[in-house]
């Protein structure tokens, strides 16, 4: 398939760049794919598609301060934007600037930690931070977060909160999960008191979410790759959903890659544990654990596009994406949620 079948139009002003007033008062597009049905919901009406039995995974990484400005040794000004943490004193970035840094420049980072850029494969560079505090501690200290980049404005302190989730406890991404920015502790409340299951995974979304698919051919396109960890609590209510014939939604598609990821390395069968992956799902993929997705509206052509559009059916999606801008829901991060059913 072609990028461009992935394409379509928005106006600039359906890009949401604050978050609804209450977590819980976006509205909510539900896609019954198997029939080609659409049916304009709120989000607080979650419940009502949900039964006892079910379960819901959510994708419990927190994003970290990624974004970090400096300047380098010539005095030339740089941004720096962490796509992952690899240890106490490195990580690997996007470094914008005038000129691209060679290896060995030195970096000043908030005016206070010294960098050294050690390699570089493709647009990302592995950076050394020289310091005696740990990489984790100096970005919660001096470093910014990492809005998206179609939010046109600087974080400020309503996103400290509102741009991570309200379970967010494993320290590690530079994008949030966003499908679950919706739900409030009182959501979750009223769950679990109707016997839907809550289980987590975590995923540390990576800056490569926002990379554009540059190719032509989606089927020559590399994705990136990030961290994930199913704990055997999950594997134990995935286990038990089945039996008792529930519904396994996932609660993003970040959710959904590391269930699907994990399902791909071990012949079908999910198992807990901690894995890489740069599962690049599109349409023709068979899905082999997820039964529902709840998600928001993706960028045009982009390989989270592609995905919903292999969950649904590509022909659903454009026509969901049509209904959804015409009735002028908001779109991605800060936007509107989507309840999409599996394509049979």
Do not use: W
Not at 199 to 207: E, K, N, S
Not at 302 to 325: E, P, W
């Amino acid at each position: 398939m072609k990028t461009q079948d992935f394409d379509f139009d928005l106006p600039s002003d359906l890009i949401a760049q604050f978050p609804a007033e209450q977590r819980t008062s976006s509205r909510m597009l539900h896609l019954d794919s198997a029939h080609s049905q659409l049916n304009d919901a709120m989000f607080a009406d979650l419940p009502n598609f949900l039964c006892a039995g079910d379960v819901l995974v959510f994708n419990d990484t927190r994003v970290i301060k990624a974004r970090l400005f400096g300047t380098k040794s010539s005095g030339g000004k740089v941004e720096v934007m962490v796509e992952r943490v690899l240890d106490d004193q490195h990580v690997l970035a996007v470094i914008r600037a005038s000129h691209a840094p060679k290896l060995d420049t030195q970096l000043l980072l908030a005016e206070y930690i010294p960098v050294t850029v050690t390699a570089r494969e493709n647009d990302f560079y592995t950076l050394r931070f020289e310091h005696e505090e740990t990489v984790t501690a100096l970005l919660e200290q001096h470093g910014h977060l990492p809005l998206p980049p179609y939010i046109s404005r600087q974080s400020t302190a309503i996103d400290e909160t509102r741009y991570q989730t309200v379970y967010a406890k494993n320290i590690g991404a530079v994008a949030a999960p966003t499908a679950g920015l919706h739900f409030d502790d009182m959501m979750l409340t009223k769950l679990r008191e109707m016997d839907v299951m809550i289980a987590y995974v975590t995923l540390h979304v990576g800056a490569g979410t926002f990379q554009p698919v540059r190719v032509e051919n989606i089927s020559d396109h590399i994705m990136h790759n990030e961290f994930f960890h199913i704990p055997p609590e999950t594997i134990n209510a995935i286990q038990q959903t089945k039996i008792t014939e529930g519904r396994i939604m996932a609660i993003g598609t970040t959710s959904l890659r590391a269930l699907e990821a994990s399902a791909a390395i071990n012949q079908g069968e999910v198992k807990a544990g901690y894995g890489d992956t740069n599962i690049f799902i599109t349409p023709g993929y068979q899905f082999q654990v997820v039964d529902r997705l709840l998600t928001n509206f993706h960028l045009p052509q982009s390989t989270l596009l592609m995905l919903v559009s292999a969950f649904a059916g590509l022909d659903n999606i454009r026509h969901a994406y049509q209904h959804a801008i015409a009735q002028r829901y908001r779109f991605f991060s800060y936007g509107d949620a989507m309840l999409i059913e599996k394509k049979s």
